[in-house]
């Protein structure tokens, strides 16, 4: 008995109108939230990491500003070797250097990125300490000047190439790495979308069998037994559990074919109480 009670308590009269709606609200609503998550999800990620590629993009170009600033430098220099005229040699601005190199350190992200900016900027103080004696040896014959170019200023100078090319491997690494998480995460962000929408698939698929089992065949139900009462004469007598106007329509259709049955055997009753009176009167006449 308190069993029974219990469940008559947590159980609610819904309209068919009202449970096909709540079924059909609640598809709409996990569908809704998933899409929601999922598109949090990719923009969080696609910021996050498109602020990371546009770093790495910016710290190559520097490196690549970096390297082509020294290749103009060494050129120039190569170019007055046994000119004998220390006004020729170009000027170099170092603090420009220095600057770019902070901007480009600033915006490293990895231990390792940041050693190689690290080697490039001690490669460029060599190099820039080497150049500054052309000062003395410009006044010297060719030989001496191309002496000391290649043997002395050069080595300095592909030191500091091959560390900003290690330097921009690094961060072509990063990028890469980057890349690749940004894939990652719009693969991971679409993850609730799909999982939203199997959910939903299987939803409609249970109140397809839903409207299945309790809507559609107690109706073909009720059809089978109405062409049953009107082929044969049956009695009407299908029932189910239920709380809803499909309830309501099951009990008004076997209320009216109770009535019409009840109605049919009055005027069967009828019809031979009428026949029983016209014998009876013929019968008297004839007498």
Known sequence: MQRKTFRNFFRIRMSMSAKLTLSLGAIAVILLLSSIISIMEYRRMSDYVSNLIASNINCINIAQKLANDSDSYNLRLLAIVGEKDPALIPDVDCNA?????????????????????DS????????????????????NDFIDNRDWYFKRLQPKYQRLRSDIEKLNDVIYVQLKENSQTFQDGFYRSIIPGVVSIGAGLLLVLLLLVFILIYYIRPLKKMLAGIDDYKRAGRKYGYGFDGDDELVTLNSDITELIDENSELKRRLAKLREEREKFIETSSAAKEL
């Not at 190199?101 to 900016?117: C, N, P």
């Not at 820039?128 to 003395?136: D, I, Q």
């Open 97 to 117: 250097f220095l600057e770019e190199y902070d901007s480009l350190k600033a915006t490293l992200d990895s231990r390792e990125a940041a050693a190689r900016a």
């Open 120 to 139: 490039v900027i001690y490669s460029y103080s060599a190099y820039m300490l080497t150049s500054m004696e052309f000062e003395k040896v410009i006044m």
